[in-house]
């Protein structure tokens, strides 16, 4: 048996975790295309491991945000698969009361702040949930997801620099898919080294390898003890790909067969299934035990999505205005 870094239990988890994501994400397209999710649809398959390697190296009680390819993160938090796939079909029973849809999952008791359909709009907020942390002395980070076309707002380079300044406990991750929406990095980016803008700002900041686990474990890891001492921020630039387009409406036709494939040959959950089997951390038996639960798992979600009630119209305005401000909003 070959000596890993990482426990045969770690492994498990990841590829449980991702196998989870991946399915679940498939489903999710099948059902767009079925026209029972409506609006849009972003998927997050292919890049599994920026999720499971993070979580991994992170604690339940500290944060995340993210933009609007949002599905499998409040999953990893912790949030029922059920009220992620019923918030996609826009039932009362999803995570954000079916009024938030594919694009704004949030889940307060997981400590999971969206979800946010302005690209770049998550930033400065993740920066401000890491303020309130510090500002109560806990030693709570905040995880800040972003895409690759998002560091292109100057919100991202604002909120860069008053992170450092503050020495706030966030961890800026750059889920680098090479696209944003159909424009290469290359074409959009007069950096194409996307971690080295964190560097102006004084930030540590380094690229990783996202389509493998253990990198973004050992990278979030080493971010977060910073974070926990007080040092301040990191910048995480993510090297990762979507197998799909932007969204379920984007034929993808600005990449090649090639392009794709040669990126899928890396795919991580392969490589974590490759370690389990050659270090024979599972059997075959258990590894089908595992398919099924996690089969079993999309499935419930599906049923649970569709036996679930809409919002009645009452709940049009609440959760927006305080009743007690605004008396001429009527129950």
Not at 157 to 179: G, R, S
Not at 311 to 322: H, Q, R, T, V
């Given at each position: ?299 419930e979600s599906v049923k649970f999505a569709e036996e679930s009630p ?22």
């Open positions: 048996m070959a000596k890993t870094k990482f426990s045969k239990e770690t492994y498990l988890y990841w590829y449980e975790s991702m196998l989870l994501y991946r399915k679940f994400e498939e489903k999710a397209g099948q059902l767009y295309i079925q026209q029972k999710i409506k609006g849009f649809c972003h998927l997050y398959i292919g890049q599994e491991a920026l999720v499971a390697g993070a979580t991994s190296a992170t604690q339940q009680a500290d944060n995340v945000i993210t933009a609007y390819r949002d599905h499998v993160h409040p999953i990893a938090k912790g949030v029922s698969p059920n009220a992620v796939m019923a918030e996609l079909f826009g039932k009362i029973t999803g995570c954000s009361k079916g009024k938030g849809g594919s694009m704004h999952m949030f889940s307060k008791q997981y400590r999971f702040f969206g979800g946010h359909g302005i690209v770049g709009g998550q930033i400065p907020l993740g920066a401000g949930i890491a303020f309130a942390e510090k500002y109560n002395g806990t030693k709570n980070l905040t995880l800040c997801y972003m895409g690759d076309g998002a560091v292109h707002q100057g919100a991202f380079h604002e909120t860069l620099n008053m992170a450092m300044l503050w020495k706030l406990p966030v961890i800026f991750i750059i889920e680098n898919n090479q696209y944003a929406m159909g424009t290469s990095v290359q074409r959009s980016s007069s950096v194409t080294d996307l971690y080295k803008l964190g560097l102006a700002y004084g930030i540590p900041s380094f690229e990783v390898d996202g389509m493998v686990c253990e990198d973004v474990h050992d990278a979030v890891e080493a971010a977060a003890a910073t974070a926990r001492k007080g040092e301040g921020p990191t910048l995480l630039e993510m090297k990762t790909y979507r197998y799909k387009g932007h969204s379920m409406s984007d034929p993808a036709k600005y990449r090649t067969k090639e392009e794709v494939e040669a990126y899928k040959a890396q795919d991580p959950i392969q490589r974590v299934l490759a370690t389990i089997t050659k270090n024979k951390f599972a059997t075959d038996s258990e590894l089908e035990e595992i398919n099924a639960r996690v089969n079993a798992q999309v499935e809409f919002p009645d119209a009452s709940e049009l305005f609440k959760d927006i205005y305080e009743q007690e401000d605004y008396p001429f909003i009527k129950d």
